[in-house]
Nanobody, 125 residues
C-alpha cells in the first residue's frame, strides 16, 4: 500500500503564488519505485481533473493545458515528497487538490491506485 498525505492548502489572492506538498509512505513505496505521483483537482460541480504528474525515478513531468506555464511539479526523493508550485493563481483554480500514485503516465484518475485526503485551495478575486 501507499499512503499519501497532502499539506499546504489555504486561502490566497488572485495572482499570488502558493505551493502544496505530498508525502508518500507505505509497503509499496520505495526510493526505486517505478511509478509516478500526480496531482488532481475537483471544483464544486465539476469532475475530478488531471493537473500534473511526475515519474518518481525518471522525473518526466506532464501538465494539463490549463496549468502549463503556471504550475510546476517537482520531487525530493530523499523526503518521499512531491510538490506543486502554483503561480499566477486564478479564481477558477479554486478546488480540492488531491495527490495520487499510479503505475503509468495517464491523465485519467482511473489509472491511479492511491489517493491522499485532499487539500482545499481557495483563490480570492
Amino acid at each position: 500500500q501507499v499512503q499519501l498525505v497532502e499539506s499546504g492548502g489555504g486561502l490566497v489572492q488572485a495572482g499570488d503564488s502558493h505551493w502544496l506538498s505530498c508525502e508518500a509512505s507505505g509497503r509499496a513505496f520505495s526510493s526505486r519505485w517505478m511509478g509516478l505521483l500526480g496531482w488532481f483537482r475537483q471544483a464544486p460541480g465539476k469532475e475530478r481533473e488531471f493537473v500534473a504528474s511526475i515519474h518518481w525515478v525518471g522525473g518526466i513531468a506532464d501538465y494539463a493545458d490549463s496549468v502549463k506555464g503556471r504550475f510546476t511539479i517537482s520531487k525530493v526523493n530523499a523526503k518521499n515528497t512531491v510538490y506543486l508550485q502554483m503561480n499566477g493563481l486564478k479564481p477558477d483554480d479554486t478546488a480540492v487538490y488531491y495527490c495520487a500514485a499510479g503505475s503509468r503516465r495517464s491523465a485519467s484518475p482511473r489509472n491511479y491506485d492511491y489517493w491522499g485526503q485532499g487539500a482545499q485551495v481557495t483563490v480570492l478575486s
